[in-house]
């Protein structure tokens, strides 16, 4: 039985879908190609933050924001919010592994990626560190759940599977299926070792349950890395690696173990951390580090009854920059789709937004930097907004859009969260288009974009776009293109701007952001959790405010 809130959300959302339906702006694909086009372009240097090229976005950001009739959003009446980062640079990496006589020399990049974001250090030296291999290196006390089962970690290289445990057995249930929870990320593994007082940590990198390819980590891993700004050096473990799945498993079998066995087991609540016996890791690198500023970029349309209550449009500008040359010589990680794409649209949006009557309450847009360096630009706003999260009404982030035509449905990132499924759901369907839950929720996508930040601290935020298959011919080229973006493109080189590209898929689903938010901004509505939400306590504590 649905309650309360969902059905009057559900009843806003029917009601309202006619009404937008009509007043509903025109986005130009021209314009989204053009936006796409430029920021992606070579001269941008694949969007690097701190570099030459962040200056380059902020312009044109800003002033395509102020063209489109906004105002400057950001601190001091500009158009940027400053966010302090460190900027760690390893370099001269040298690492092997040893289990009695065998010796096993690890190339940066190749066998292994390692890396620091500890700071104060400038150089890392491990030697003869042991190694426990700490299953999904997960302390969990609400679901009664501890791979460390208070052993003294100290010193030691925790060596981790990525996901959660029930990727491999979704049956268990401990952590929700085989949608990932927080506790299969890459940040926490890194955070709770960091906790255990570990001296390192080794995720051992395989495909499905991480998601993407050993490419991906390469090209996201092997240049600097950005933190945040810590007055504890103890939240960061001196070295934080990946490693490629046949090393780990070589390893464990001179260590007279069984990898997969060791997974199975890993599984449980009776798991226990084994000692790689006689197995050591040695490592040496130089870690370069600096104090940067780079800015999330903010545009504002003041609301006309209630300016102090604001809708938000996210997404981030950044991408990875210049890398290591490809096959075909290419160092420029353009980041057409990730997330040039996704900027074009706010762009676009702001457009429509300034162009029609003033809604009542106030559109923020944000550019939020350092995604790609672990969501940084949207946890310093989340840490430190600019408006009030208390009366912040939702918001709909925007990442990769769809580029290669229309769908038949929506797919809504953690679907189930929030009552604003409750709203998009008729606006889709006044598409002829249906809403499905992620359809792939094993690899954590919920915890992978900016729209998080904002969430765990209590703020409705939608984060969906076109997913199924394609209704326009020719659909097995589209569906092709599509595949190989994942496969091929994605962080990567070759994620360049193509003239060819179809952009009816990412209006319709502009129609919908704009519909949802536009509703909104023009009702009392404030949109809720859903029972058993986990970010619903977080919301509940500033109610008095949006009384």
């Not at 430029?38 to 030459?52: Q, W």
């Not at 029609?356 to 923020?364: D, F, L, T, Y």
């Not at 992620?438 to 984060?463: C, E, I, Q, T, W």
């Amino acid at each position: 039985m649905r309650s309360l809130t969902a059905v009057a959300a559900l009843l806003a959302g029917l009601s309202l879908s006619f009404a937008a339906s009509a007043q509903e702006p025109a986005f130009d694909a021209a314009r989204l190609s053009e936006h796409i086009r430029i920021l992606s372009a070579d001269d941008f240097e694949g969007r690097g933050i701190a570099t030459p090229a962040e200056q380059k976005v902020i312009d044109y950001l800003s002033q395509q924001f102020e063209a489109a009739g906004l105002e400057p959003g950001g601190d001091n009446g500009g158009w940027t919010q400053a966010v302090a980062l460190n900027r760690f640079t390893a370099s001269e990496v040298q690492a092997q592994l040893t289990v009695g006589d065998w010796t096993q020399s690890l190339a940066q990049g190749e066998q292994i990626v390692i890396s620091s974001r500890r700071p104060g250090e400038d150089h890392v030296m491990l030697m003869d560190a042991p190694l426990v291999f700490v299953g999904y290196g997960v302390k969990a006390p609400e679901r009664d759940w501890d791979d460390f089962k208070g052993q003294d970690m100290t010193g030691k290289i925790l060596v981790v599977l990525v996901n959660d445990a029930d990727f491999e057995e979704p049956a268990l249930n401990t952590f929700g299926g085989r949608a990932m929870t927080y506790y299969g990320r890459w940040t926490y593994k890194y955070e709770e070792a960091a906790r255990q007082g570990a001296a390192g940590v080794i995720i051992v990198h395989e495909t499905d349950p991480a998601s993407y390819g050993w490419t991906t980590v390469k090209n996201s891993w092997s240049g600097p890395n950005f933190d945040i700004m810590r007055a504890n050096a103890d939240e960061r473990v001196p070295m934080e690696s990946w490693i490629q799945r046949d090393v780990a498993v070589a390893l464990f079998q001179r260590a007279g173990l069984d990898f997969e066995a060791l997974k199975i087991q890993a599984r449980s609540r009776d798991f226990q951390p084994v000692t790689l016996e006689g197995a050591e890791m040695d490592v040496m690198f130089n870690v370069a580090s600096e104090r940067i500023e780079t800015h999330n970029i903010i545009g504002r349309l003041a609301g006309s009854t209630h300016p102090d209550e604001t809708f938000l449009y996210t997404g981030h500008w950044d991408h990875i920059g210049v890398g290591t040359p490809d096959a075909n010589g290419d160092a420029i990680f353009n980041g057409a789709v990730d997330n040039a794409s996704g900027i074009a649209g706010m762009i676009e949006l702001a457009r429509a937004y300034a162009a029609g009557p003033r809604p009542e309450r106030s559109i923020v847009f944000i550019g939020f930097t350092a995604e790609e360096s672990g969501l940084l630009g949207s946890e310093y706003y989340a840490a430190n907004p600019i408006y009030p999260l208390a009366t912040t009404v939702g918001g709909v982030n925007m990442d990769s859009a769809n580029v290669y035509g229309r769908t038949e449905a929506f797919n809504v990132v953690g679907f189930g969260q929030s009552d604003l499924d409750d709203r998009i759901t008729p606006l889709v369907e006044a598409q002829d288009r249906e809403v499905r839950p992620d359809g792939n929720p094993a690899s954590g996508v919920y915890f992978r974009s900016d729209h998080f930040p904002l969430a765990k601290r209590g703020v409705p935020m939608a984060y969906g776009a076109s997913t199924g298959d394609f209704v326009d011919e020719p659909i097995v080229d589209r569906t092709a293109n599509r595949q190989a973006y994942g496969a091929n493109r994605y962080h990567q080189a070759d994620d360049e701007w193509s003239a060819d590209w179809d952009y009816s898929g990412q209006i319709q689903d502009l129609r919908v952001y704009w519909s949802l938010g536009h509703a909104l901004a023009n009702s009392r509505d404030w949109p809720q959790w859903k029972e058993g939400s986990e970010f619903g306590p977080a919301r509940a504590v500033s109610a008095a405010e949006r009384e």
